[in-house]
């Protein structure tokens, strides 16, 4: 296992993980100057250390792929969302292997550990309170997209106070995509399945947060290429320093 410095400018490989995060506190304080304390920082390596260890799937970008279907994530499908989550999903990207799409319904939150951050994102799958989609190619999860609605959102708590109620609009908030499935489509497929299911779940718009300054790398996409929300018709409905709120009714 191993743990990279936020700052990119140390690693540190190992078998165990307690020393890792000392190693990275240690280099942190020499190195740094960041107002988290000793136990967040330690929390966050202990956290990319495992998920260094757990996300094991391939990384390697696919020439090709077969047909993408994709299913809402009901309870018959968590164990597939979770299986996507411990393995495929970060396996390039160990820092973002405890998120599991959280991050949306809580904002910025101290670090916690990534079982927590699982256990409470499968918990809020079952009671309905989180809804997505997963993209499959050939029987596998390849993708996904947290398709909540914006109500359930502390991350975009406030937008656009004079437009439509927060519980009338799903917000497309993530897609997650393992890399062999990576500029495949599997984001539009997901995308599309979110607008034509929309009117179904009572809502009356459809809205994403592409961000304002995009660059050419998959991790920076995760909320999705501006040209794609455009391409289904989606417009600017509020600009911010970081993103765009772009939406459509359904």
Known sequence: MWVECF???????????????????????????????????????RNFAE???????????????????????????????LRFFDRDAFPDNPDWGSCY???????????RPWRDVRAEMAERLRSGATLGYLAYVDGRPAGWVNASYRSTY???DGIDPD???ADTVVGVSC????????????????????????GSRGARFVEGYPRSAERDDDASSFCGPRAMFEQRGFSPAEEHD???????PV
Do not use: N
Request: with cysteine; charged share 30%; hydrophobic share 35%.
């Open 101 to 111: 799409c959280l991050h949306p319904h809580t904002g910025d939150v101290p670090e």
């Open 154 to 156: 502390a991350k975009y």
């Open 242 to 248: 970081r993103f765009t709120v772009v939406r459509r």
């Open 163 to 165: 437009g439509p109620a």
């Open 7 to 45: 700052e990119k400018d140390a690693r540190f490989d190992g078998d165990a993980v307690e020393p890792l995060a000392e190693g990275l506190l240690a280099h942190v304080r020499a190195q740094h100057d960041v107002p988290y304390p000793d136990d967040e920082i330690r929390l966050w390596a």
């Open 51 to 81: 998920a260094s260890s757990r996300e094991v799937g391939p990384t390697e970008r696919l020439p090709s792929i077969g047909t993408i279907e994709v299913h809402p994530v009901t309870e018959e499908r968590i164990d597939d969302w």
């Open 175 to 198: 897609f997650v995509i393992a890399p062999p499935y990576r500029r495949h489509g599997v984001s539009s497929a997901l995308l599309d399945r979110v607008i034509e299911d929309g």
